[in-house]
């Protein structure tokens, strides 16, 4: 299992010293913006540990009810309508939830980012999976599912077939999110990491009222390019930030192209400077009577759009 990290910075909150790291507010010392600009960064890995801290303890003895509201408290069961390969170790797989069950349903309690947790009947496991576009209106959930070789619950699900039933209790809040606290929010996920960051994207694009003065970035990676998320999943978004840049922002990376290179990935870790870049803080040269003339004799990085200035 992936260990993952997830801060946040909101206004009037101690900054943790990774996000004050990658923050382009200015150091004490020096000038104020006039709009401070708040950046937000997540980090989400394939299988994600410290989620585990937003949720409730596991119930896995938990009852099963047929036809009460969705709900943490209990399992409810759905259908497998779909199951498809989307890579290498990848599936979609596509359940519904009984109509009159949804429709029963508090609407409140899918928060962005939610998540339910899917029980593998054989041994009486449950392990938390993300809905890529939450829950629509005939009650279908999508989930995007890794399965890894000694895994149980990931390659359980990989077996099931149309029509057969599974058991889910949700849904649970993975991270609540606050509607203009942050001026920017920069998402960086590995692997299925990418479902909670999906879910949340997905609905600032069906939602244009959602936030709309936050600017989201995604740096999304994946070991080889036929791992990254399926294009039906990953398309919507890209085109969306082709056609909206002031909004949003997607970078692929990838570990090897294999096969020949595909033009628009990073073939490179998601490193600072990819971050930092991400951000708009251009790393500048100083020529050689700056450097002569610079009391600190340092390179400074300028911070883009109403970010302050940086000493590195
Ligand atoms: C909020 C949240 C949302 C999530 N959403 C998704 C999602 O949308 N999609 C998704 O795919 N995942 C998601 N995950 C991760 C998911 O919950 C599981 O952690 C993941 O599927 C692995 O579970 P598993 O039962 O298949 O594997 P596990 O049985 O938990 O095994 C995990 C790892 O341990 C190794 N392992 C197991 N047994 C042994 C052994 N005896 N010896 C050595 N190694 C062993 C396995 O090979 C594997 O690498 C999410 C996690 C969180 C916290």
Known sequence: ML?????CLRRGLLRPTFSRALS???EPS???PTRKRVVSVLVAFAAGASFYFFLPDPTRSAPTHQKAPLSPRYFTPATVIHNEESGPDTKLLRIAVPQEVLAASDPSGFHNIWSVFIKDDDIQVERPYTPLYGIDDHGHMLFWIKKYPKGEVGRWLHTKQPGEKIEFRGPLATWDWKTDVWDEVVLI????GFAPFHQLLHSVIS???MSPSTKFTLLHSSKRP???PPSSILKPLTDYAEQ???RMKVELFVDTTEGGPVSSLHVKRIDRPAIESSLG???ETPSWWQRLLSPSRRWVARGGREGGTTRL
């Open 244 to 246: 909206h840049p002031e």
């Open 226 to 228: 036929e791992e990254l």
């Open 189 to 192: 996920s590995g692997g299925t």
């Open 24 to 26: 382009t507010a200015p």
């Open 3 to 7: 260990p993952t990290a997830s801060s």
């Open 281 to 283: 803080l251009v790393r």
């Open 30 to 32: 020096q000038a104020i």
């Open 207 to 209: 939602s244009p009222t």
